[in-house]
C-alpha cells in the first residue's frame, strides 16, 4: 500500500512540475529539436527501482527516445558510430530488463548491430536475452543462427540456435535440414539463400525488404559461379585460372554482374569474391553510407 501512495504521489508531481516547467520547454523546444542528442541511461537497477509499478510505461518510453534518435539520424543520412551504436545496445538492455517481453527492442538492436557495425558480440547477447524470456518466439534463436553462421562462421553453434527455433510454435518446417546443412559445413552460400529469403518473406518494411531481395539477388550469382567453377574442377582437374577462364571453356556464357555494382573476381582459394564486399546499400543510393561513413560504390 505504502508502494502505491509514493508511485500516485511522485506521478503526481511529475505532473505538477511539468506544468511549471512548460513555458520553459516550449521556449527552448525549436532550436533543440533540430539536434539529434542522446539521453543519460541509468544502470539497469536504478531504472526499475525509478520505475517502480510503471515499468512496461518505462521500457516503451526508452524504446520511443532510442528509435527516434536513430531515426532522425538515418533520415538525415548522418554518420552514426561506434558509441551511438554502444548507447543504442545499452539502451536495449535496459529496457529488456524492464520488459524482458517487449519485442521490438531485440529485433532494432540486432538490426542495427550487426549489419551497420559488425557489433556481433552485443546483438547476441540481446538476442539470448529474448531467446530466454519470449520462449514460444521461433525467430530470435533464427536470428541468432544466421548471426552466428554468417557474421562469425560458427556453424555448430548457429545449427543448436536453428534446432531450438524448429520446435516452437510456427517456426518454418525447412529449419531441421538447414541445420543438418551447417552441421555438415557444406553449402554456405546456399544457407544463405535461404535465410535471408525467410528474413524477406517476413519483412514488413518495403525499403528493406528491396535490400534483401539485391543481397539475394546477389548470393544467386555468387552461387551459379561457385557452381560453375566446381564443374571446370570435376571437367579438368584443377581450379581456373580466373573467372574468365569459364567463359573460354564454354563452361559459362558471361560473368554476371555484382548487383551491387562491383565486379566478382575467382580468390586464390577458390572462392568467389567481390570487389563491392556486397555493401549494404544498393548502388543506386549515392552519397555517404549514414553508418559507416563510406562512399557506396
Do not use: C
Not at 63 to 68: D, G, I, L, Y
Not at 174 to 201: H, K, N, Q, V
Amino acid at each position: 500500500m505504502k508502494a502505491k501512495v509514493l508511485s500516485f504521489a511522485l506521478l503526481a508531481m511529475l505532473i505538477t512540475g511539468y506544468a511549471l516547467l512548460f513555458p520553459i520547454v516550449e521556449g527552448v523546444r525549436s532550436p533543440l529539436i533540430k539536434v539529434q542528442t542522446r539521453g543519460m541511461i541509468l544502470p539497469p537497477l536504478v531504472t526499475k527501482m525509478l520505475s517502480l509499478e510503471f515499468r512496461g510505461i518505462a521500457a516503451d518510453f526508452l524504446f520511443a527516445r532510442a528509435s527516434q534518435y536513430f531515426g532522425g539520424k538515418i533520415a538525415k543520412r548522418e554518420v552514426v558510430d561506434k558509441n551511438d551504436m554502444m548507447w543504442l545496445y545499452r539502451n536495449m538492455i535496459v529496457i529488456t530488463d524492464l520488459d524482458p517481453y517487449f519485442e521490438d527492442p531485440y529485433y532494432f538492436g540486432n538490426s542495427l548491430l550487426t549489419w551497420d557495425v559488425g557489433m556481433f558480440k552485443e546483438a547476441n547477447e540481446l538476442l539470448k536475452k529474448g531467446v530466454d524470456a519470449r520462449t514460444w518466439d521461433w525467430q530470435l534463436p533464427f536470428y541468432l543462427g544466421f548471426n552466428k553462421f554468417y557474421f562469425l562462421h560458427e556453424n555448430k553453434e548457429a545449427a543448436d540456435y536453428l534446432l531450438i527455433a524448429s520446435k516452437r510454435p510456427g517456426a518454418y518446417d525447412f529449419l531441421p535440414t538447414l541445420a543438418a546443412r551447417l552441421y555438415s559445413s557444406g553449402g554456405r552460400t546456399e544457407a544463405a539463400i535461404f535465410f535471408l529469403t525467410s528474413f524477406m518473406d517476413n519483412e514488413r518494411d518495403m525499403r528493406i525488404k528491396k535490400n534483401y531481395a539485391v543481397r539475394i539477388d546477389a548470393l544467386k550469382r555468387i552461387l551459379f559461379l561457385e557452381r560453375s567453377v566446381a564443374r571446370f574442377k570435376s571437367k579438368t582437374g584443377r581450379l581456373p585460372r580466373s573467372l574468365q577462364a569459364l567463359v573460354q571453356s564454354g563452361t559459362i556464357q558471361a560473368i554476371p554482374k555484382d548487383p551491387y555494382g562491383g565486379e566478382f573476381y575467382l580468390a586464390g582459394d577458390g572462392s568467389i569474391k567481390t570487389t563491392s564486399n556486397l555493401a549494404q546499400f544498393h548502388p543506386e543510393e549515392k552519397g555517404r553510407h549514414p553508418v559507416m561513413n563510406k562512399r557506396v560504390p
